[in-house]
């Protein structure tokens, strides 16, 4: 019985198969369309989307694929298709078009602006509530973005004549959304307060009320993870993986956002080699070996060997191999070692036939095109389009770019740029005091003036002794060219009379250039104006009273520094050194001044940093002495333990610098002493310095080195940043003023 109904089955399904295979086969010729139910949309339009013709001969399976394609196309929310003696019925019910968007409940016009971007790509489309579910859902995404999590939004139809409608949105954006804390979990080398400042999120404070980063943001976040990656993996933490991140919402709306890290194990350098190739000799290449061969035992640094990767690739180009590019590998080994083999890859050799850009309404194209590096008609190497990208971004007025390249049927490339512009301008103010006096400074900046990539900042400071106000024009790629040109115009008044027996107003025009000569190499060129009016004080000597009067100097100012930093931002490990000279072309005093810094800094482990700094300042007369308002002093920072200005020679009760000044400053960040305070940093530092050489009257010098030690502290407090220093003078001359402790109070916003 069993076996007769399972036949029957097989038989009944052969049946059933050859008829739909049958019935699929059956073909007629279209003789006419017939389409009823449509409202807005023609006959012809149906019949074009229904990709059905007359004279054509279809069966079912066309029949079914043309139902697909209407649906398709959603402009109906229901519709039928048959045919009946070569006759096509097409039935349909038509979707209301979308007329127009009103958007309520948004007032700022950068939201505004972003929420167009989405709803005007549905306005003149059929309504599909799939569709507008999904944009809701982006609309809510994007206020996320500005930090609205509280969002309510209602969405209400006005239907209209000829089946269209009107769409309104209803937002009710609530409280933006702050970080009430940022918390690192797994987190065991550094400290939190470390991480804090390596991440751009913010905890909202209450003298925060500019910034935004202390509101939550869902790209800023993804921003945050890859700072974080990029800083453990920079300091040997080959395998660190931050897992996730996580927003809880406390008793006031607020949010605790939550950093889950798994450090891993510290990885240092093992062998680093250079694979050689047939079309650059390894011999041409022993001076980078030498190099790599240095970083061998100490801690992996993805930046370390990235730089160095770099160097080579300059050589590299600069010796017209550009369809060579430089890569690396790395071996994992035991004992948390890594083997790096750089090796050279060939390119095909390919051209830049096009740069096509978009999305800059207000920007310039050919600011866009002079961050490139290549151009039409150009060899094509991905290295230089990446730095050529990396160029654009550092511009810092476009908020993303986004670029792909195609390939052209000549196998040539061309190069899609599509930029997103933001808002450019900047306000800031900022406020400190100490023991050392009270200063305030404001100002307004715009990055992008005309649309042109300039750069306006006007700026002014007062302290308890001066005031001094500045405007400047800065051209980053002036005339096509990777040089930037500034002209600034700046004035300061001065009083002094107190310690140093003077007093000033100083007025003047500076126009510079500043371009990179080689990698990391930065050259500064400017020349300047300045006119002077200087009054000494009743009690002055004979001789500075003879400088009383007004001055004028043309200069020429140029500098060259190297920048070998890890990060310019609380640098853990590199050097920078700078050498400036200001030549005087005509001046009413001649006079030649020179200054020299360096800094080293060493990590010795993931919380002890050592750093030196040396500085060397010197200005000589050329045909009679200094003048007094030009002589050397040694800057606060540089010479902890005794009060500012308050050094080296001595006319009188008043301190008249000198013509050379000089300091060593020494100092090593401490172990996590507090590390349950990890707001604190603590730092041990010696400061050596000097003031010496008066040139109108050598008995007033004195060549006796001071120095002092002690401890530092910088407190990240709730009414904003401290540092806190107590210093110890080991060796003073008599006239010195000394001053043991010094605090400073301050913040920018």
């Keep these: 019985m069993k076996n007769k109904q399972k036949f029957l089955k097989i038989l009944l399904s052969i049946i059933f198969s050859q008829f739909f295979i049958i019935s699929s086969a059956i073909s007629e010729i279209i003789k006419d369309f017939k389409i009823i139910g449509n409202e807005r949309l023609s006959k012809e339009t149906i019949i074009m989307f229904s990709n059905l013709k007359i004279g054509e001969n279809v069966n079912q399976n066309d029949l079914n694929n043309s139902l697909k394609d209407l649906f398709s196309t959603n402009y109906f929310s229901n519709l039928s298709l048959s045919m009946n003696n070569g006759i096509i019925l097409i039935d349909v019910t038509e979707n209301p078009i979308i007329q127009a968007i009103q958007i309520n409940g948004i007032e700022k016009k950068n939201i505004m602006d972003q929420i167009e971007k989405v709803t005007k790509k549905i306005e003149k489309y059929p309504f599909i509530e799939n569709k507008i579910n999904e944009q809701v859902t982006l609309l809510k995404n994007i206020l996320k973005s500005f930090g609205y999590y509280f969002v309510e939004l209602e969405t209400s139809i006005v239907k209209n004549d000829n089946n269209t409608i009107d769409l309104i949105y209803d937002f009710n954006l609530g409280e933006i959304a702050k970080i009430s804390k940022i918390s690192f979990i797994g987190n065991k080398y550094f400290r939190d307060n470390k991480l804090r400042n390596v991440i751009v999120s913010e905890e909202s404070k209450f003298w925060k009320f500019i910034t935004r980063n202390k509101f939550l943001n869902s790209n800023r976040i993804n921003l945050d993870i890859s700072r974080l990656n990029n800083y453990y993996k920079n300091r040997g933490f080959f395998n660190v993986e931050i897992k996730s991140t996580t927003a809880l919402i406390n008793e006031n709306n607020q949010f605790e956002l939550i950093f889950n890290i798994n450090s891993g194990k510290k990885f240092y350098f093992d062998n680093i080699t250079i694979q050689e190739t047939t079309d650059i000799n390894l011999e041409n290449l022993n001076i980078f070996q030498k190099k790599l061969d240095k970083l061998k035992g100490k801690k992996y640094s993805n930046k370390v060997i990235n730089n160095k990767i770099d160097e080579i690739n300059n ?40 740069i096509n850009i978009l999305g800059n309404y207000i920007t310039d194209e050919k600011v866009i095109r002079n961050s490139f590096i290549v151009d039409e008609g150009d060899p094509y190497n991905v290295k230089l389009f990446n730095k050529s990208i990396e160029n654009l971004k550092s511009k810092n007025i476009f908020s993303n770019i986004n670029y792909d390249v195609e390939d052209t049927k000549q196998k040539n490339k061309i190069i899609n740029i599509n930029v997103e512009e933001k808002a450019t301008g900047e306000l800031f103010a900022g406020a400190g005091t100490g023991t050392t006096g009270s200063t305030l400074t404001a100002g307004i900046k715009e990055n992008n003036y005309l649309g042109l990539g300039i750069q306006l900042d006007t ?26 040109i500034n002209l600034s115009v700046e004035s300061s008044a001065n009083d002094f009379m107190s310690t140093s027996g003077y007093k000033t107003s100083r007025t003047g025009i500076s126009l510079g250039t500043e371009f990179e000569q080689k990698n990391n190499y930065f050259v500064n060129l400017q020349l300047s104006n300045f006119y002077e009016d200087l009054e000494t004080s009743s009690s002055a000597t004979s001789i500075l009273k003879k400088q009383e ?59 002890i940093i050592l750093s030196a700094s040396f500085y060397l300042k010197t200005i000589n007369s050329l045909d009679d002495n200094v003048r007094v308002s030009k002589r050397v002093y040694i800057p606060s920072r540089r010479l902890r333990g005794f009060e500012n200005g308050k050094i080296g020679p001595k006319d009188g009760s008043q301190f008249i610098g000198g013509n050379y000044a000089s ?53 990240f407090s709730p009414i904003g940043p401290l540092t806190f220093s107590y210093a110890l003078p080991i060796s003073e001359a008599d006239t010195d003023v000394t001053e043991k402790f010094r605090f400073q109070i301050g913040t920018s916003f």
């Design 663 to 715: 300091s060593l400053n020494l100092s090593s960040t401490l172990p996590n002493i507090l590390f349950e305070n990890e707001n604190i940093d603590l730092n041990f530092f010696v400061d050596i310095a000097n003031v010496w050489e008066v040139d109108f009257d050598k008995s007033l010098d004195s060549n006796k080195l001071r120095s002092a030690s002690g401890i530092a502290v910088n407190w």
């Design 315 to 354: 050589f590299v180009l600069l010796n017209d191999f550009i369809f060579l590019t430089t890569d690396f590998k790395e071996i994992v080994k035991a004992d948390n070692k890594i083997d790096i083999i750089i090796f050279f890859d060939e390119l095909e050799k390919t051209y830049v036939d096009r």
């Design 459 to 484: 700026n002014a400071t007062i302290t308890e002794d001066s005031i001094k106000g500045k405007f400047s024009v800065n051209n980053p790629n002036y005339n096509n060219s990777d040089k930037s």
């Design 549 to 607: 009067g007004n001055y004028f100097e043309n200069l020429l100012t140029y500098s060259i520094s190297y920048n070998q930093l890890d990060q310019n931002f609380q640098p853990t490990d590199g050097y920078i050194n700078k050498f400036s000279q200001t030549l005087p072309l005509y001046s009413d005093d001649m006079s030649l001044e020179n200054s020299f810094t360096s800094t080293f800094y060493e990590s010795l482990n993931d919380n």
